[in-house]
């Protein structure tokens, strides 16, 4: 395996002639920018409940209140944190790619929320809701927002009367299809790809680093820990996000300007 230093200029010699880049990133990318994963963000009021019990439509359809207030929750939270300097290091890449598309597992919208222009949210966001039987839209400014922990009864559909929940992917569940296909097509047509951040355990978003190298791409991990997507990668960054991502794109910068 390469070292840190050598690995940051492969991959910056690979990004250089790129004209297609996916960054792929997972709940890696938000850690620290404090957002805990999905397992610890059990934490107080909500400890004592298992994340499958929370994250499925049986759950909701059981308890919409319980359910809803956990979202309102994680809401709040991830609207108090600061996106780190990797974030930023994704928006300045897009300036030195010409195409460059982020596909994320995560739904906490921080790529957005910096200015990273081409998002595709693979689980859905939590900043978005629909309503359980029939998914027809239902308005963010409509959607009360506790200030504190504990349970939220959701407002209900005015088309079909039937409760209001978060659109992010719930265990069980497909991925959007629209999503899907844009994302497998820009994956199957990129030069590089980035993976940032995931353990590669959640299927189908796991397939993405395997689809990319079988079709040509150059696939970099970003990553302190090994993981399943190592196995698909010809250069591997060991170290966070936060730092390595504003590192390469400032060995990218060099590069250009010498
Ligand atoms: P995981 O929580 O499975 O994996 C997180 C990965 O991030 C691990 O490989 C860590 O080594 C790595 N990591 C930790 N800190 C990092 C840092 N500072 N910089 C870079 N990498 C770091 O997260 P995902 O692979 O995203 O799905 O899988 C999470 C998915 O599983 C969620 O999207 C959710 C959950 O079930 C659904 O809701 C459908």
């Keep these: 395996m390469l070292k840190t230093i050598d690995a940051l200029h492969a991959s910056a010699?690979?990004?250089?002639?790129?004209?297609?880049?996916?960054?792929a990133t997972g709940a890696g990318m938000s850690s620290e920018?404090?957002?805990?994963?999905?397992?610890?963000?059990?934490t107080g009021f909500w400890a004592r409940y298992d994340p499958e019990d929370l994250a499925t439509e049986a759950a909701f359809r059981r308890n919409?209140?319980?359910?809803?207030?956990?979202?309102?929750?994680?809401?709040?939270?991830?609207?108090?944190?600061?996106?780190?300097?990797?974030?930023?290091?994704?928006?300045?890449?897009?300036r030195?790619?010409?195409?460059?598309?982020i596909v994320t597992q995560n739904v906490d919208g921080l790529h957005r929320r910096v200015g990273s222009t081409r998002v595709l949210e693979l689980h859905g966001s939590l900043e978005r809701f629909s309503c359980v039987d029939a998914r027809h839209p239902f308005p963010h400014a409509l959607v009360p927002e506790p200030t504190g922990d504990g349970e939220c009864e959701p407002p209900r559909c005015p088309r079909c009367g039937s409760p209001v929940r978060p659109d992010v992917v719930w265990f069980g569940e497909l991925l959007p299809e629209r999503v899907m296909t844009e994302?497998?097509?820009?994956?199957?047509?990129?030069?590089?790809?980035?993976?940032?951040?995931?353990?590669?355990?959640?299927q189908p978003a796991a397939q993405l680093p395997f689809i990319a190298r079988d079709a040509g791409a150059t696939v970099i991990e970003?990553?302190?820990d090994p993981s399943a997507v190592s196995a698909a990668a010809h250069v591997t960054c060991r170290g966070p996000a936060g730092v390595v991502l504003p590192a390469l794109v400032a060995t990218l910068a060099e590069g250009i300007e010498r």
Excluded at 183 to 191: E, F, Q, T, Y
């Design 33 to 42: 920018s404090g957002i805990p994963t999905f397992r610890d963000a059990l």
């Design 96 to 101: 030195h790619i010409p195409e460059l598309a």
């Design 13 to 23: 010699d690979a990004l250089r002639y790129a004209d297609r880049v996916v960054v």
């Design 222 to 224: 970003v990553n302190p």
């Design 64 to 94: 919409p209140a319980r359910v809803f207030g956990w979202y309102a929750w994680r809401r709040r939270l991830i609207r108090q944190v600061v996106p780190h300097p990797g974030y930023h290091a994704l928006v300045q890449l897009e």
């Design 183 to 202: 994302a497998w097509d820009l994956v199957a047509a990129s030069g590089v790809m980035l993976v940032v951040g995931t353990s590669g355990l959640v």
